[in-house]
């Protein structure tokens, strides 16, 4: 009720208004996942079907929030990135987060069926979330490549684990022989020993999973002999190199700031500087 005596607890409220005009990045982390993936059955290291879930709530997020341009997933984490302009929420940190967290762990309930036909699922998932804003398109994509590096070192290291293990390893013995060992020991540890070409693993596992709106030209009709095409975004998985220029180069258009830049239009300019009235 508007006005009652009760009304200054508001004033506890802390203001979490993320800058303006930078990227915000929401990353959702799956809450003890080690333990939700042993009483699930997760194949070791990488459940195929639980990655393609995670790729499915990514999708149901992308689809609702329109200020979301991009996503990357690996393990039981996806990041979001919102773009710079994005004004949901007047941009406040908890609601933006709690809107995504929740978005994505209903969305992983209600499909977990769809995906596990023959598991039943014995408790919520659940996922934390924070964000993090980046001032510049260069430290947002350094910040995506360090996620996409770190899958590919987690997977290489849990490939070679997984299979010292089922060669009939104890976990210390595996853990102890890939102590310190380099990429290239251990891409010739998989090679030698399983006949495994590190490159031929799924990409999905190499290199993650991205969800985006990609532009791409369609037919609508042919007019006397002449091609209609009209450009139509439909969002799609993959699993590209987002760390070299390429992939951003070839689809510039999801970082790009449209010409229709309503909010930044809307944001209040700098004050002009006040002269004293009477100058000494
Ligand atoms: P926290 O709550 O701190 O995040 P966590 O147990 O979830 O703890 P993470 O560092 O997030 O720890 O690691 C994710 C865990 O979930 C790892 O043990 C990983 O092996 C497991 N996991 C996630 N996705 C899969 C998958 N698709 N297949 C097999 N295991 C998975
Ligand atoms: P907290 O959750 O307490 O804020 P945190 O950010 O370290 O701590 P996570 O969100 O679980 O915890 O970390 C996400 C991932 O970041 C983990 O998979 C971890 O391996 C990775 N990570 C953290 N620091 C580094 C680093 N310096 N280099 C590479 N990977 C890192
Ligand atoms: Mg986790
Ligand atoms: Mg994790």
Redesign the pocket.
Known sequence: MANSKYEYVKGFEQNDTLLPQTWIVI?V?GRAFTRFSQVHGFEKPNDMQALLLMNECAKAVLEDISDVVFCYGV?D?YSFVLRRTCTLYQRRASKLISLVVSLFSASYAMKWTQFFPETELQYAATF?G?AVCYPSESILRDYLS?RQ??CH??NQYNTCFWKLVGSGMSTAEAQNTLKGTTADVKNNLLFEKFKINYNNIPPIFRKGSIVYRKQMDEVVKVEKGEVIKRLRAHIVVEHEDIIHDGFWTAHSYILAVGSKNKQQQALPRPAKPKLPSSLP
């Open positions: 990353r982390d393990s984490e934390d924070r360090w590096v770190d070192i987690n």
